[in-house]
């Protein structure tokens, strides 16, 4: 398994997104997981602030 997105928070704490869930998608359906990682990680780092 890949790490597809590995973030780091000011605490130290690290989120790491693996490949597992882009298996058997189609790229449409990637696309939208890829969306969904980064408005997931946008929510979480703008909550450190």
């Known amino acids: 398994m890949a790490i ?4 780091k928070t000011a605490k130290g704490v ?3 997104f693996n490949d597992a869930a882009y298996a058997d998608k ?3 359906e990637r696309q939208k997981l890829r969306e969904e ?3 997931t ?5 703008l909550k450190r602030a």
């Not at 597809?4 to 973030?7: L, P, S, T």
């Not at 990680?41 to 780092?45: M, V």
Request: hydrophobic fraction near 40%.
């Open 4 to 7: 597809v997105k590995e973030y």
């Open 14 to 16: 690290t989120i790491r």
């Open 26 to 28: 189609t790229e449409e």
């Open 37 to 39: 990682v980064n408005k």
């Open 41 to 45: 990680i946008s929510a979480i780092l």
